[in-house]
């Protein structure tokens, strides 16, 4: 797939997904007048890709198929690389008259810091996964936001300690080839107005609470998720 388009964004987002806004049902989120905005500022990453003046800083080959993709999806792994994302988020906010647009840069922050952290870990399954992960979402232009924020209950205790176990999300069966997780996450910008969610732990875990040591990522319209604006 080319770069998509910002309608084809905004098409993106017509999926079924189950969004309530001050009580109510969102059949639509590129429609509804609050969430709109986000929306809209959210397809200034997309429009950047067209812009013949910005696609310089907006655009990147893909090293395995020289297809053109986001440079958001760039690994920053050496400074000049750091020094291009930085200056690509910078010009991304001023082209948004001033707004950060939300829908690639915490995402791609989260898939880098999974890498680095499967990387000290020594665990090259873990980090094979999440650059296959980065390919697809490249390849497929995807938006993404990170759910990072646990609802935490009474801050003074851990997740094992709580009231409700699903003040913190937690992985509550696994098979061969899934996991099934329960609980909730909160202040997730741009979350209602993307494809993908990027779901990291918020705290630092104990052995004892090993079932809420998981990462992972999971499309926006997946049936058994409801976002509350």
């Given at each position: ?72 999806f760039e ?103 899934e996991i ?50």
């Amino acid at each position: 797939m080319a770069l998509r388009t910002a309608e084809e964004y905004r098409e993106g987002l017509r999926d079924g997904r189950k969004v309530y806004l001050l009580g109510n049902p969102v059949p639509d989120v590129t429609e509804d007048p609050y969430i709109k905005v986000g929306v809209e500022t959210g397809a200034h990453d997309f429009l950047m890709g067209h812009d013949p003046e910005m696609r310089e800083i907006a655009v990147m080959k893909d090293t395995e198929t020289g297809e053109e993709i986001s440079t958001y999806f760039e690994v920053p792994d050496v400074p000049e690389v750091i020094k291009r994302r930085h200056n690509l988020i910078l010009k991304a906010c001023y082209y948004a008259d001033g707004a950060i647009p939300f829908v690639k840069d915490v995402g791609t922050d989260i898939m880098n810091g999974i890498k680095v952290a499967s990387r000290l870990m020594g665990n090259k399954e873990y980090e094979g996964r999440i650059d296959n992960y980065r390919r697809y979402c490249a390849r497929n232009d995807l938006s993404m936001a990170g759910a990072v924020t646990d609802v935490k209950g009474d801050r003074r205790k851990g997740p094992s300690e709580q009231e409700s176990p699903d003040y913190y999300v937690r992985v509550v069966d696994e098979t061969e080839d899934e996991i099934v997780v329960s609980g909730a996450k909160a202040h997730i910008t741009a979350g209602v107005y993307v494809d993908e969610i990027l779901v990291i732990p918020t705290r630092n875990l104990t052995e004892a609470e090993a079932d809420y040591a998981v990462a992972f990522a999971i499309p926006v319209n997946t049936p058994g998720i409801t976002q509350i604006c």
